[in-house]
């Protein structure tokens, strides 16, 4: 939600996130249509998942010609890491959840 402020912030002010942005949204187009055509490919996605306990999650992803093909691991954290996501996961849990609240009450079609 705030990505685009923190990319700025990161900058100091000067340019925007809005490559950034472009930029992901390339490589996750790609991949998706990569692995709908025959070619596995793996790009990080945010999808449902169950490598944590929280439903959804950021991870790597291989998409085949179904879609979503396999949720990778997280892989080895170090001591440090660990502790960063055991402090976020309340927090990430929150995000989620008012996300699924306002899917639930709002029609997209």
Same mark, same amino acid.
């Given at each position: ?6 990319v700025? =912030? ?6 925007s ?7 992901? !949204? =390339? ?8 692995g ?12 449902? =998942? ?27 954290? =170090? !001591? ?9 996961m !309340? ?6 959840d ?12």
């Amino acid at each position: 939600q705030d990505a685009g402020t923190v990319v700025v =912030s990161a900058k100091g002010g000067k340019g925007s996130a809005t490559l950034s942005m472009a930029c992901a !949204a =390339s490589r996750f187009a790609k991949a998706v249509l990569a692995g709908l055509n025959g070619t596995d490919t793996v790009e990080c996605a945010y999808v449902m =998942s169950s490598i944590t306990e929280l439903p959804y999650f950021a991870s790597k992803v291989t998409f085949g010609k179904e879609g979503v093909k396999e949720v990778h691991p997280i892989g080895e954290l =170090s !001591a440090y890491e660990k502790e960063r996501l055991a402090g976020l996961m !309340a927090t990430l849990k929150e995000e989620i959840d008012a996300g699924l609240e306002y899917a639930a009450a709002n029609d997209f079609a």
